[in-house]
């Protein structure tokens, strides 16, 4: 995912042994990290909480109750306001819709768990038991995706369409040697990477002058202890590994897919898209004009009218593959 190179690009190698107070005073200049995630910093949250077997869960279940249940899965580091449009015109539309905060980010706990594929599917399979939801579709933005498409894969019983939105689609990243130690990796995150993350999200939108206030519930979780680990974490054990083989997996099973992708988007290019549909050969393909890597967010007036109609389509059979708009040469099958 290409907005973390400069970040990673940046990390400060301090030698072996070295005793001086400028780590220390740099640290201590980036840390942001003052408050605890307790009962009284959720005090005034929106939502509702579960506790789960790793921990706390902030989640919001809106809609009718005996409307079909959807559940949307955040990215790497977002709240659940990544989905405030999707949430609010799907709820309007009859939908039961839950949204959930991963382990490490909003008012969710930060665990001292290892952040991979395990623990997000756990999260998920927990949260849907805890609310005596059966059977969900699931809908996964950036990070989100490959999230998405593993439960699909590993509880194909609990899912009955997905819809991935700019989804992550990679081989593996490579981690260099500064953020892999324990240490130095830990200090690297705080005073290289941790500090633009905010300002990163601005990446994810191509106007992001529209949205002023979209970053608050992005820095308000940057001030409880744990949300570095659970993004540094994260990147060792989930954004290291391949996850084109689940793809592959959802693609073999037949499962409805709709695939939407803004066609600006910077963090997981168009590009890509070609791949995910080679992998995915049942997916319906929307790219979306004037949106980057949340579509979604950017353009719920054209966004919200296609989930719609493939969440009430009897079967999604019909259309299938199918690829909408002009779908451009260099992002269709070679």
């Known amino acids: 995912m290409k907005r973390f190179a400069p970040a990673i690009a940046a990390v400060i190698l301090i030698p072996v042994g070295a005793v001086t107070a400028l780590p220390l005073v740099r640290y201590l200049q980036s840390d942001r990290e003052m408050l605890t995630m307790d009962q009284e910093a959720r005090r005034h949250a929106s939502g509702s909480f579960v506790k789960l077997s790793d921990g706390v869960t902030h989640y919001e279940l809106g809609g009718p109750a005996a409307g079909t249940p959807v559940l949307l899965v955040p990215g790497f580091s977002t709240p659940y306001n990544v989905w405030d449009p999707t949430y609010d015109g799907l709820t309007k539309a009859g939908f039961r819709v839950l ?116 970053l608050d519930p992005y820095l308000e979780q940057m001030r409880y202890r744990g949300f570095r680990r659970a993004i540094l974490e994260t990147m060792r054990n989930y954004l290291t590994q391949d996850v084109t083989a689940e793809f592959q997996r959802l693609g073999k099973s037949g499962k409805p897919v709709l695939l939407i992708w803004g066609k600006s988007d910077q963090d997981v290019p168009i590009e890509l898209s070609a791949e995910v549909r080679k992998a995915i050969p049942q997916a319906e393909f929307h790219p979306i004009d004037d949106a980057a890597h949340v579509p979604q967010y950017e353009h719920p007036e054209v966004v919200n009218p296609i989930v719609t109609e493939f969440l009430t389509r009897a079967n999604a059979g019909p259309a299938e593959g199918r690829v909408t708009g002009d779908a451009t040469k260099d992002s269709s099958h070679p």
């Open 99 to 214: 949204r959930y905060e991963l382990f490490g980010r909003g008012f969710s706990d930060r665990p001292a768990a290892r952040y991979d594929a395990a623990l997000y599917d756990r999260q998920i399979l927990e949260l849907l038991d805890a609310l005596a939801i059966s059977q969900v579709d699931i809908a996964g933005v950036s990070m989100g995706g490959p999230i998405s498409v593993t439960f699909a894969n590993r509880h194909p019983e609990r899912v009955r369409r997905v819809l991935l939105f700019d989804p992550g689609y990679w081989t593996g990243i490579s981690l260099p040697f500064g953020l892999r130690l324990p240490v130095l990796g830990t200090y690297n995150m705080a005073v290289a990477v941790a500090p633009g993350l905010a300002k990163s999200q601005w990446q994810d939108f191509l106007h992001p002058e529209r949205y002023p206030r979209y």
